[in-house]
């Protein structure tokens, strides 16, 4: 083991670390034993004992622990070669080079591994019954304007076809919530949404309601159309790859909160989509698939808030579901089982 005095030695240590050492020395160890693939001692087994002396913080130790266990396994059962590491390597150094403000590559990449979808999951396990949730993607803001329930939050000029949504928000025990809120966007009837107008001077396709007491909400707005992820990058080359496409099927996004419940963030698909079992970033689930239907008839129209004339193509998409909310407690009482089951399955390995 180096000391103060070595480290500091210009003959042994060079400038730039000399530079370090006035702010921190940092703890050296020496190497007490060799470690080889196929031996009783490998470097896994190496990296664990440094970082179980060195790293302070228990969960740091248990995430690195666990990754470089996994990461080491892939590698032994897969055997891959040098090319085959580098190609990795440039793909993920391509993924930082392209990313932007706007179009994260790595969170792409998250997305498409299933990586995004898991973690929602495992932070928001919920009882049976209760709705499915997902990420919720990069075009919520925060400029969503607030709206009574059944108002319309699209423009008049907004391009597709007129809806009409109807949900209630309930507990597990069917019991509808009083004072949740309801963040709703979505994409308009050519897929496109409105942060993606270069013009764009005011929010639309979107919009915060507040449900009535019995906890329902409506409005009126636009039957939104299925639209592609960014490609162009890194991760689009790694669909391709994969015999993937970058099409998500048609949504709506919603972010509900009441006092006592678990916030939920999910998104609903009209059952007519395109790529429903094939939704590249997975957030596509069967239980928030709907049926949604055409209604004709002109009176029924005038009950959901539209006038005749500004309805388009002789019908208006109607859409129904029903949210449930699972408790605070709830969920907490899960996650608790959660963390006592994986902290088992960590201690065998």
């Known amino acids: 083991m180096a000391t103060e005095q070595q480290m500091k030695n210009p003959l042994l240590v060079g400038k730039a670390i000399r530079a370090q050492l006035e702010d921190e020395i940092p703890l050296d160890l020496p190497l007490e034993r ?37 990461l ?19 793909f993920l150094t391509r993924c930082g080079r392209e990313s932007t403000e706007n179009k994260n590559e790595f969170v792409c990449l998250s997305d498409v591994l299933g990586m995004s979808a898991l973690i ?28 009574p329930s059944g108002s319309s939050v699209a423009s008049s000029d907004t391009t597709g076809e007129n809806m009409y949504f109807e949900a209630t928000i309930t507990n597990t025990k069917d019991e509808g919530i009083s004072g949740a ?20 001077d005011e929010a639309n396709d979107r919009a915060r309601i507040l449900a009535e007491s019995d906890g329902s909400f409506c409005y009126r707005g636009i039957l939104p159309t299925a639209y592609p992820i960014p490609s162009d990058g890194p991760v689009g080359d790694l669909l391709r790859l994969l015999g993937r496409h970058p099409h998500r ?40 698939i709907c049926d949604v239907y055409p209604e004709y008839n002109p009176q029924r129209w005038a009950e959901m808030g539209f006038k005749e004339d500004e309805v388009r193509n002789g019908r208006v998409w109607v859409w129904k ?5 699972a408790s605070l407690e709830e969920v907490e009482a899960l996650r608790a089982d959660l963390h006592h089951e994986e902290r088992d399955t960590w201690a065998k390995l």
């Open 34 to 70: 060799d470690f080889r693939e196929r031996s009783d001692y490998t470097i896994t087994d190496h990296i664990h004992d440094l970082h179980a002396k060195l790293v302070k913080d228990p969960r740091t130790l248990e995430l690195f622990s666990s990754l470089i266990t996994h």
């Open 72 to 90: 080491h396994a892939f590698a032994r059962e897969t055997l891959p070669t040098h090319d085959e590491w580098a190609r990795t390597i440039d």
């Open 120 to 147: 929602d999951e495992l932070n928001h396990p919920k009882p049976p019954g209760c709705t499915d949730s997902c990420e919720e993607g990069p075009f919520w803001t925060s400029d969503m304007p607030e709206m």
């Open 181 to 200: 809120k309801i963040d709703l966007w979505q994409a308009d009837g050519d897929g496109v949404y409105d942060v993606q107008d270069p013009e764009r």
């Open 249 to 288: 099927s048609s949504h709506i996004h919603f972010h509900l909160r009441a006092p006592g419940y678990d916030e939920l963030t999910t998104a609903l698909y009209p059952a007519h989509s395109p790529f429903l079992g094939t939704d590249p970033v997975f957030a596509t689930k069967k239980s928030l």
């Open 321 to 325: 579901y029903k949210f449930v909310l």
